[in-house]
Nanobody, 129 residues
């Protein structure tokens, strides 16, 4: 069982930046793919970004493409989500997640939460207008 702990959330004005971190409890972290999801009040959890096990391939939701950057440091068992040009609609609880599978129906990424096994507790991001 791998435990994930997110940090770095907070309150920021529109146009500002935040960097979320995800710390894994186990060095097997390097063998998992990693993703970030978010959930706003009253809405379903939605995919934000995905990174493969080595960090060489990434994929983003259209809503964050060009503004967010996902990364990972396997030697430190950590991942991150750099969020720039934040908008009020980015307000949500952000979750880090990892999964065993490396390929999903021919794709190297998955936007489905069911395809990931371990989840963090989430960190709140609030963007004021």
């Amino acid at each position: 069982q791998v435990q994930l702990v997110e940090s770095g959330g907070g309150l920021v004005q529109a146009g500002g930046s935040l960097r979320l971190s995800c710390a894994a409890s186990d060095r097997t972290f390097s063998t998992y793919v990693m993703a970030w999801f978010r959930q706003a009040p009253g809405k379903e959890r939605e995919f934000v970004a995905h990174i493969n096990w080595s960090g060489s391939r990434t994929y983003y939701a259209d809503s964050v493409k060009g503004r967010f950057t996902i990364s990972r440091e396997n030697a430190k068992n950590t991942g991150a989500l750099q969020m720039n040009s934040l908008k009020p609609e980015d307000t949500a609880v952000y979750y880090c997640t990892i999964g065993f599978r490396q390929y999903f129906g021919g794709n190297y990424y998955s936007t489905r939460s069911n395809d990931y096994e371990y989840w963090g507790q989430g960190t709140q991001v609030t963007v004021s207008s």
